[in-house]
């Protein structure tokens, strides 16, 4: 049974897709089974790890619509221990329609349930932000959440949104969703982290918050445009580090 993680928040650019990329490339190379399932409509996350391909013709969508079966539509990527299932506009779509009915708001979860958790020890979803369908549908697919946190850009109105929002999955799908950690993304310390905590009066989290932190790397964007995962692109800069870092702490936490 694989572990299925969602890495959400639904502040736009605090670095979600950074995260589930580099989360999953880092445990894949550690040699944990992964598989990084892309639920926004925008691909950054299947761009980044695989390139768009053309010559594949399914994604999450097709497989959501019950036109082909998930093997068929599960890409590998340049690591060996690491698939994906990727994402395009088409998802979009599938989200309008599937939206129209609270079944929808489960197709991911029993998908991984019924054809993906078996074939892997960890599932990461790149959610989008936004409080709509997908978001929803996201949240709904795992127990655990990871949340990016960014200071400067996270704000208390932000988690106290987010904490809103996993109370509703709780209640509408009876789910045990947790925050399995915060992580803090473009963060150079333990101290700014403190300091986060006190001005935003949030240090109740304290003890959710990761002790890896992602600091603020140029080479971050640069393995975005070499459709590289940063861990494979430079694994000796100070973000590629941290990402080693933080797959360690959190399989620790979840195995
Ligand atoms: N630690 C970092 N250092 C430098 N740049 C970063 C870092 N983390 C993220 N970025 C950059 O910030 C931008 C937003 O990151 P990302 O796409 O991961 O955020 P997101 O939360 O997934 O955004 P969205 O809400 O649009 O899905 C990207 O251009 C990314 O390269
Ligand atoms: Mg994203």
């Known amino acids: ?27 894949a190379l550690y040699e944990k089974k992964v598989l990084l399932i892309d639920c926004d409509p925008r691909g950054c996350a299947t761009e980044w790890i695989k390139g768009s391909n053309p010559g594949d013709r399914h994604d999450i969508s097709s497989v959501l619509n019950k036109r082909v079966r998930s093997a068929d539509a599960v890409v590998k990527t340049q690591l060996a ?52 369908f997908l978001s929803v549908m996201a949240l709904a697919a795992s127990d655990w959440l990871i949340v990016p946190i960014c200071p400067g850009m996270t704000s208390k109105a932000d988690c106290l949104c987010l904490f809103r929002l996993i109370n509703y999955i709780r209640k509408t799908h009876s789910t045990s969703l947790k925050i399995g950690g915060f992580v803090f993304n473009r963060c150079n310390s333990s101290d700014e982290i403190q300091i986060f905590l006190k001005d935003q009066n949030l240090t109740q989290i304290a003890d959710l918050v990761c002790r890896t932190c992602i600091p603020e790397d140029i080479r971050v964007e640069k393995s975005i445009i070499q459709k590289t995962p940063l861990v494979l692109h430079d694994i000796k800069t100070a973000a590629g580090k941290s990402f080693l870092g933080l797959a360690k702490e959190i399989d620790l936490i979840f195995k």
Do not use: C, H
């Open 1 to 27: 049974m694989a572990t299925t993680l969602t890495i959400s928040g639904q502040k736009g650019g605090i670095g979600k897709s950074t995260i589930a990329v580099n989360l999953a490339a880092t445990l």
């Open 81 to 132: 221990w690491l698939d994906i299932l990727p994402a395009g506009f088409g998802l979009f779509e599938t989200g309008l329609k599937l939206s129209k009915t609270i079944p929808g708001q489960v197709v991911l979860r029993t998908l991984i349930e019924q054809d993906l958790t078996a074939s892997y020890e960890y599932i990461i979803i790149d959610a989008p932000s936004s409080y709509g």
